[in-house]
């Protein structure tokens, strides 16, 4: 079993940044390949980025890539999302992810991967 608490979010004007830091419990989280998905208002939630448990590889959507950096300390048990150059449809809540087996092929970026999330956190970049 993994808890995930995420903290960071919050109200930033467009081009700054933000870093959201995702705080797993269990003994196991090294084992875990981690994702952050965010649901825009009014939208479905969609894939940010992933990374695998030994940090080894990682996995960006194309609409913020080369914007947002994941990164994970598995000695701290936190997984982060490094926002840079924020835009104001980068507006949603931000959730952590952890899948409980190895990523296969391109289901890093399906939520159905993910066995257990955060309570998600707010991102807002007014327009």
């Known amino acids: 079993q993994v808890q995930l608490v995420e903290s960071g979010g919050g109200l930033v004007q467009a081009g700054g940044s933000l870093r959201l830091a995702c705080a797993a419990s269990?003994?196991?989280?090294?084992?875990?390949?981690m994702g952050w998905f965010r649901r825009p208002p009014g939208e479905e939630r969609e894939f940010v980025a992933a990374?695998?448990?030994?940090?080894?590889?990682?996995y960006y959507a194309d609409s913020i890539k080369g914007r947002f950096t994941i990164s994970r300390d598995n000695a701290k048990n936190t997984v982060y999302l490094q926002m840079n150059s924020l835009k104001p449809e980068d507006t949603a809540v931000y959730y952590c992810?952890?899948?409980?087996?190895?990523?296969?092929?391109?289901?890093?970026?399906?939520?159905?991967?993910?066995?257990?999330w955060g309570q998600g956190t707010q991102v807002t970049v007014p327009s």
């Open positions: 992810a952890a899948a409980p087996r190895y990523f296969s092929g391109s289901n890093y970026a399906r939520p159905q991967t993910y066995d257990y």
């Open positions: 269990g003994r196991t989280f090294s084992s875990y390949p």
């Open positions: 990374i695998s448990w030994g940090a080894g590889r990682t």
